[in-house]
């Protein structure tokens, strides 16, 4: 368990001194050695060692502006907690803690449990999951929590592939991408499949919130997790999150990419609430796709017909 995690009510945790000092205090009551004191605007992750131009750090940095510091977070393995936990800099200054693999949405509930037990009022309790801890190994702790009511925020930043441990294909890989495990070649041309609906298998819960988003879309995200945090159950974002190094695109192009997704019509924004769905985001022309393929070297080999069949996955 990280030293900035506690149950006692105290938000934000990590400052044994009485010090603000935030983002990189986790070396266990000490100063950190490369303390910067950029907590000034009560940045909740800062410091983190992601590429540049990570999607997933936006994601997770924009819910947490939104919900404060009266937070839980739980973050499995992953890209997103291999750069934010590393021991002794620390860049999140709210509560945070590591989950297994498989066990955010279980570690969500038991926290949710036990903050009701210690009586604390007015607090959240989110994760942030990647694709792989969410779509594949994590999907069962997910529907249980789903099913059981706890009120938690599961937020699932998507890359479309199992990042941190090489470009691994998941199953939100979308069709034709090529990852170390679907490699285009001379034998098959990226991934085969399609990318798994996580948004559809979780309304299918009949959830209370659930929604998509796009780090291009920061004020439809926003707003998302705030309904999120005010919805007396468990709620889920899935959010579209590029990843330069796994997409082999230009680090300036992350925020482009997340917005040509929603253009092109293969990402839509849409929400789910009281049995509904509702699209948050309806692009007025449909821009082509190729545009967006060619800027991801994961596509480069992709064929005619591989591109119709893109294409044919607009909803
Ligand atoms: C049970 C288990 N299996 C495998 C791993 C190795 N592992 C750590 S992170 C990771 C990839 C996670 O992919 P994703 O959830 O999509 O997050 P990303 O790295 O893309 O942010 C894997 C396979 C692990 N930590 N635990
Ligand atoms: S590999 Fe991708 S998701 Fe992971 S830190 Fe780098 S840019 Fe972010
Ligand atoms: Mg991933």
Not at 27 to 38: A, I, N, R
Not at 106 to 118: D, E, F, V, Y
Request: glycine share 12%; hydrophobic share 40%; charged share 20%.
């Amino acid at each position: 368990m990280s030293k900035n995690f506690n149950l006692n009510g105290d938000f934000p945790p990590n400052n044994p001194a009485g010090e603000k000092v935030g983002g990189t205090v986790g070396d266990f009551g000490k100063k950190s050695p490369t303390k910067v004191g950029y907590n000034k605007d009560k940045e909740p992750f800062v410091g983190h060692k992601a590429c540049a131009g990570c999607g997933g750090t936006i994601a997770v940095r924009l819910a947490l502006k939104a919900l404060g510091e009266r937070v839980f977070v739980t973050v499995p393995a992953g890209c997103m907690s291999a750069v934010g936990f590393l021991y002794p800099q620390m860049a999140f200054t709210v509560n945070s803690i590591i989950s297994t693999f498989a066990g955010t949405a279980s570690m969500l509930t038991g926290i949710r449990a036990a903050a009701n037990a210690k009586g604390l009022k007015d607090v959240f309790v989110v994760g942030f999951a990647g694709d792989g801890g969410t779509a594949d190994i994590g999907i069962q702790a997910l529907s249980g929590a789903i099913e059981r009511g706890d009120k938690i925020i599961y937020i699932c930043y998507d890359n479309e592939a199992y990042m941190n441990t090489g470009i691994q294909r998941s199953s939100a890989t979308p069709f034709g991408a090529s990852t170390t495990t679907s490699p285009a070649g001379s034998v098959i041309g990226g991934n085969r499949l399609g990318k798994k609906d996580m948004f559809s298998i979780v309304a299918a819960h009949n959830i209370p919130y659930a929604a998509t988003a796009s780090i291009a879309y920061p004020h439809d995200y926003i707003k998302k997790v705030k309904k999120a945090a005010a919805t007396d159950g468990p709620s889920y974002i899935h959010i579209l999150a590029p990843c330069p190094t796994g997409w082999g695109s230009e680090n300036n192009q992350t925020v482009n990419l997340a917005r040509l997704a929603v253009e092109t019509g293969l990402w839509q924004l849409k929400e789910f609430a009281g049995g509904e769905v509702k699209i948050t985001h309806k692009p007025k022309e449909l821009k082509s796709i190729e545009e967006y393929l060619r800027l991801q070297k994961r596509f480069r080999h992709l064929n005619a017909a591989d591109v119709d069949r893109v294409k044919e996955s607009i909803g």
